[in-house]
């Protein structure tokens, strides 16, 4: 992973905040950490998104759902 230095200025309240938040030590894990959790939200956004989208499954046509629930249509006990 390519790092890079930056030079700017945080807040430290919000800094001090987010660390107690996320379980950090420092600035650079902390900065990290964040946006590792922006991606995160915004990855389970999309994912909300396309389970709430009518179709998106094709659930209700037959091949698609053929032997999902294995043999008898169950596929547990």
């Known amino acids: 992973m390519a790092k890079r230095r930056v ?3 945080i807040d430290r309240a919000k800094l001090e905040a987010v660390k107690e ?3 950090t030590k420092t600035l650079t894990d902390t900065v990290d950490a964040a946006l590792d959790a922006v991606i995160h ?3 389970g956004r999309k994912l ?3 389970l709430n ?3 998106a499954f094709e659930l209700d046509n037959p091949e698609v759902m053929k032997g999902a629930w294995g043999e008898g249509g169950r596929s547990f006990p």
């Open 21 to 23: 938040i996320l379980e």
């Open 41 to 43: 939200r915004e990855a």
């Open 53 to 55: 989208t009518p179709g």
């Open 7 to 9: 030079t700017t200025r």
């Open 48 to 50: 909300i998104e396309i």
